[in-house]
Nanobody, 121 residues
């Protein structure tokens, strides 16, 4: 099993910055993808950013809505992932969830408990 613990959410004014962190623990060796999703009330959870191919170096990718503003980074060995969010907009307000995917299809995926990000106008 894998546990994901997020930190770093909060309240910020539009144009401000926040950095989220996610640490994986447990049987982390098979994790090959880590990333962040977000969800607002009444909407489906959507991908924000992720790093794929962790076991072979890692490749970041982003939702179009956050490109140029958000940066995902991490430690592939320790299975840590960060999301630096700049130039935040009110529409970025959501609960942000850390996600991890195993190399093995029968394992996971795993989710964190979520952290609230609120951007005031």
């Amino acid at each position: 099993q894998v546990q994901l613990v997020e930190s770093g959410g909060g309240l910020v004014q539009a144009g401000g910055s926040l950095k989220l962190a996610c640490a994986a623990s447990g049987n982390i060796f098979s994790i090959n993808v880590m990333g962040w999703y977000r969800q607002t009330s009444g909407k489906q959870r959507e991908l924000v950013a992720q790093i794929t191919g962790l076991l072979s170096g890692g490749t970041p990718n982003y939702a179009d809505s956050v490109k140029g503003r958000f940066t995902i980074s991490g430690d592939s060995a320790k299975k840590l992932v960060y999301l630096e969010m700049n130039s935040l907009k009110p529409e970025d307000t959501a609960v942000y969830f850390c996600n991890a995917v195993s190399l093995w299809p029968d394992d996971g995926p795993w989710w964190g408990q979520g952290t609230q990000v609120t951007v005031s106008s």
